[in-house]
C-alpha cells in the first residue's frame, strides 16, 4: 500500500492525492503518467484520468520507454513490453531485477540483480552483449551519447561502450552503492552507502571531488539543481553543496 501525490512546482500545492496506490515507480510520457504498479501497468493523465491499464503480476520496477515500447519488469522476473494503446507486445523470462532498465534506441539494458548487466535488442530479441558487476545491482544503469555507467553493491563506477559492453573506463568509489547515479553537464554523482559523495568527469571517470558527508547510508540518488547538488542521508539530514 501507498499514497501518490501530485503537486504543483515550485509552489508545492496539491493537485491530486490517490491513497491506495500500489507503485513500484513511474515514468513521465508524452504528457501523461506510465505507472508500475502492484497489478500491472497504468497509464493516467497529469490530473490522474485513467486512459488505459495492461494487467500483469505486480510490478517490480519502473517502466522504461525503449524505442516505441513501453518496458517494466515484474517481481517473478518477467519483462513486458506494451504499446502505447495499451497492447501487449511481448514478454520474455529474465532473472530477479530490482533497479529500473535504462534504454538507448532499440537497446534496453537490464540489470539483474545478481550483477549481470545485459544489453537487450528489441529489434532482434537477442542479448548483445552482458557484463559481470562483480556486485548485486541495485543502482539502474545510465546511457549518455555512446557510453553506459554503471555500478553496484562492489562499489567499483564503470562506463562501458554501448555498442559492445567493452571497458572504456572504471573507478573504485571506496563504499558500496545502492542509489543510482546522476549525470548532468558532464559530471557523474554518486554517493555510498558509507556516506561519501563523489564528483566523477562522464568522459574520464578522473575524481572531481568527493566529500564524507557523515556515517549515515546514502540510498537516495543526488539531485541536481542548476550548480547545487543535494544529498539526503538515511538519517534525514539533507546537505547541499555547489558543484
Given at each position: 500500500s501507498g499514497t501518490l501525490s501530485a503537486h504543483r512546482w515550485p509552489s508545492?500545492?496539491?493537485?491530486?492525492?490517490?491513497?491506495?496506490?500500489?507503485v513500484a515507480g513511474f515514468t513521465p510520457y508524452a504528457g501523461d503518467?506510465?505507472?508500475?504498479?502492484a497489478g500491472g501497468l497504468e497509464r493516467r493523465g497529469l490530473t490522474n484520468e485513467p486512459r488505459w491499464r495492461y494487467p500483469s503480476d505486480p510490478a517490480g520496477t519502473a517502466p522504461t520507454v525503449c524505442g516505441d515500447a513501453l518496458c517494466f519488469v515484474?517481481?517473478?522476473?518477467?519483462?513486458?513490453?506494451?504499446?502505447?494503446?495499451?497492447?501487449?507486445?511481448?514478454?520474455?523470462?529474465?532473472?530477479?531485477?530490482?533497479?529500473?532498465?535504462?534504454?538507448?534506441?532499440?537497446?534496453?539494458?537490464?540489470?539483474?540483480?545478481?550483477?549481470?548487466?545485459?544489453?537487450?535488442?528489441?529489434k532482434t530479441f537477442d542479448v548483445l552483449w552482458r557484463y559481470d558487476m562483480e556486485g548485486p545491482l541495485?543502482?539502474?544503469?545510465?546511457?549518455?551519447g555512446s557510453y553506459v555507467y554503471s555500478v553496484s553493491w562492489a562499489g567499483v563506477m564503470r562506463c562501458l561502450a554501448l555498442a559492445s559492453g567493452d571497458d572504456?573506463?572504471?573507478?573504485?568509489?571506496?563504499?558500496?552503492?545502492t542509489a543510482t547515479?546522476?549525470?548532468?553537464?558532464?559530471?557523474?554523482?554518486?554517493v555510498t552507502?558509507?556516506?561519501?559523495?563523489?564528483?566523477?568527469?562522464?568522459?574520464?571517470?578522473?575524481?572531481?571531488?568527493?566529500?564524507?558527508?557523515?556515517?549515515?547510508?546514502?540510498?537516495?540518488?543526488?539531485?541536481?539543481?542548476?550548480?547545487?547538488?543535494?544529498?539526503?542521508?538515511?538519517?534525514?539530514?539533507?546537505?547541499?553543496?555547489?558543484?
Amino acid at each position: 500500500s501507498g499514497t501518490l501525490s501530485a503537486h504543483r512546482w515550485p509552489s508545492g500545492e496539491l493537485v491530486w492525492r490517490d491513497p491506495d496506490a500500489e507503485v513500484a515507480g513511474f515514468t513521465p510520457y508524452a504528457g501523461d503518467l506510465l505507472l508500475a504498479t502492484a497489478g500491472g501497468l497504468e497509464r493516467r493523465g497529469l490530473t490522474n484520468e485513467p486512459r488505459w491499464r495492461y494487467p500483469s503480476d505486480p510490478a517490480g520496477t519502473a517502466p522504461t520507454v525503449c524505442g516505441d515500447a513501453l518496458c517494466f519488469v515484474t517481481r517473478t522476473g518477467w519483462l513486458h513490453g506494451v504499446s502505447p494503446d495499451g497492447a501487449g507486445r511481448f514478454r520474455v523470462e529474465l532473472g530477479e531485477v530490482t533497479a529500473q532498465p535504462a534504454a538507448k534506441g532499440d537497446v534496453l539494458l537490464l540489470p539483474e540483480r545478481e550483477g549481470d548487466l545485459h544489453a537487450f535488442s528489441l529489434k532482434t530479441f537477442d542479448v548483445l552483449w552482458r557484463y559481470d558487476m562483480e556486485g548485486p545491482l541495485w543502482a539502474s544503469p545510465l546511457v549518455w551519447g555512446s557510453y553506459v555507467y554503471s555500478v553496484s553493491w562492489a562499489g567499483v563506477m564503470r562506463c562501458l561502450a554501448l555498442a559492445s559492453g567493452d571497458d572504456v573506463w572504471e573507478t573504485p568509489l571506496g563504499g558500496r552503492v545502492t542509489a543510482t547515479p546522476v549525470l548532468a553537464g558532464g559530471t557523474l554523482y554518486a554517493v555510498t552507502e558509507g556516506g561519501e559523495l563523489y564528483a566523477l568527469d562522464a568522459r574520464t571517470g578522473a575524481k572531481l571531488f568527493s566529500e564524507q558527508l557523515g556515517t549515515s547510508p546514502l540510498q537516495a540518488s543526488p539531485l541536481v539543481l542548476g550548480r547545487t547538488v543535494v544529498v539526503a542521508a538515511l538519517d534525514g539530514t539533507v546537505r547541499a553543496y555547489r558543484a
